[in-house]
């Protein structure tokens, strides 16, 4: 008996599996807790709910077509960037998924993966799930519910996936002479979502104006476990993303967590010595330990130890500026993005994918080919400016058809459902939206003097009506 054919390798099968996973745990539970701490008391279930949702949805897309638009064969829609745009959609559905995972534009390209295509398939659909959860943190507090179940989906199709297939699927970006450089997402998942939530936060309007100047965070011990999940749960994303359990993993996971270490103190510093309250703050700090993990997710394989310990210092210090100055703006008193995902996803991502093609170093080996020569990357600093233009152009790529797709794609559904919940829910939160609450604080007395609780979900009158026939 032969447990399984001789192309696959266990460790790294096995490793790509735990690296997704990790991934996974950063979408459920650290996002759903980190923003369910985060936002206002009355807004913790619904957060929790439309992520936990939007990680269903996104499932649901990347077997039935999703994953071959990213990853498969590609479908010409014309000369230029229309030949490497985006892949044919095709369910993964009654395909083997224990034939070995390859991406046909790179063929040849990169080692032939080691693990079966279901592993392929459920690693990126990790990270594909992940995106739609950040950019809801620019929403939160007053999107409708049911436009969330049609854009997740939409936007994953529309925008999603052809991000990853001209970066990752071997498209447009990806190909030589132009090989624009995003290791794990800097630019397919964190730039997108940051665009992605600053538009939709410009479309759907603001919060109630008494929510936006009282936002006071319901649970910070919660956040503080969400955000520790995603600083932990980053060593599958970046170390995952070699696609085998080698030296560069290794590099990736030490980089990363490098980086996010030196933003996080980079990000206290500041607001110690440059805020206009001169003290540290916990949100802060989860500010910089995000924008650290999102500027070395594009260069975390392909950069030296010092690379990522400058990327995590520019990034955060950058970012910092944005979140407090630029963010103190006329435009950004408009547009209500609730966590700031702009900033530390959006800038935070185009910083890092700009930063990589300035510290690129080629003595990072990623890969060795047949004859035993080195494949890396080389930057700015080791004499290719040609990579910071390169990063560039992707940045923008990635800017302006998101920021396109997401302005139809709400337009369209405003045709049918209001963007907004109504102002009088928008006052009551998740009981109006949900019937829940997190943190049920109503007691009921019973007839023989005991106190009781209405169990979540459940109304007053149902209780009540228990209460008496007991």
Not at 60 to 83: C, D, H, K, Y
Not at 151 to 170: D, E, H, K, M
Not at 220 to 242: Q, R, S, T, Y
Not at 429 to 448: Q, S
């Amino acid at each position: 008996m032969i447990p399984y054919p001789n192309w696959v390798n266990p460790g790294d099968n096995a490793w790509q599996l735990v690296a997704a996973t990790l991934v996974g745990l950063m979408s459920i539970p650290g996002l759903a807790v980190l923003y369910g701490g985060i936002v206002q008391k009355k807004w913790a279930v619904n957060t929790m709910l439309m992520a936990f949702s939007g990680f269903s949805l996104v499932l649901l897309v990347w077997v039935l077509w999703g994953f071959n638009m990213g990853f498969g064969r590609p479908l010409n829609l014309g000369p230029g960037i229309l030949q490497g745009f985006v892949g044919v959609p095709s369910t993964l559905l009654g395909d083997s998924p224990q034939g070995q995972a390859h991406i046909p534009l790179l063929d040849g390209q990169m080692p032939d993966f080691h693990f079966s295509k279901a592993t392929l398939a459920y690693f990126q659909f990790v990270f594909a799930a992940i995106t739609p959860l950040l950019f809801l943190g620019s929403v939160i507090g007053r999107i409708n519910f049911k436009v969330w179940l049609l854009f997740v989906p939409l936007w994953s199709t529309f925008a999603y996936s052809i991000n990853a297939f001209l970066l990752w699927g071997g498209g447009w970006w990806a190909q030589s002479p132009r090989g624009a450089l995003d290791y794990s997402g800097g630019y397919v998942i964190h730039l997108a979502a940051g665009t992605t939530g600053f538009v939709a936060a410009a479309v759907i309007g603001p919060r109630l104006a008494r929510d936006r100047t009282h936002a006071v965070p319901n649970n910070l011990p919660l956040a503080a476990v969400g955000a520790g999940i995603l600083w932990l749960g980053w060593n599958g994303f970046n170390g995952g993303d070699p696609y085998f359990a080698g030296t560069d993993a290794s590099a990736a996971v030490i980089n990363t967590n490098l980086a996010t270490a030196t933003a996080l103190l980079t990000w206290l510093v500041m607001d110690m010595f440059l805020s206009p309250r001169r003290k540290p703050t916990f949100l802060g700090s989860i500010n910089g330990m995000i924008t650290g993990l999102v500027a070395i997710t594009p260069a975390a394989g392909f950069i030296n130890g010092l690379g990522a310990l400058l990327t995590g210092l520019i990034a955060s210090a950058i970012v910092w500026l944005s979140w407090n100055k630029l963010g103190t703006t006329a435009l950004f008193k408009r547009v209500d993005d609730t966590l700031g995902v702009f900033h530390t996803h959006g800038v935070a991502g185009l910083m890092g994918g700009l930063l990589v093609g300035i510290f690129a170093d080629p003595n990072v080996v990623e890969y060795l080919n047949k004859d035993g020569t080195p494949v890396s990357s080389t930057g700015w600093l080791y004499g290719n400016p040609k990579q910071l233009a390169v990063q560039a152009g992707a940045a923008l790529t990635v800017i302006a058809w998101d920021a396109l797709v997401t302005f139809l794609l709400l337009k369209l559904l405003s045709l049918f459902l209001p963007l907004r919940m109504s102002e009088e829910d928008l006052e009551i939160g998740d009981v109006a939206a949900h019937d829940e609450e997190a943190y049920p604080d109503e007691t009921l007395v019973h007839a023989g003097g005991s106190s009781i609780k209405p169990p979540s979900g459940v109304g007053t009158k149902a209780v009540l009506a228990d209460a008496e026939s007991s």
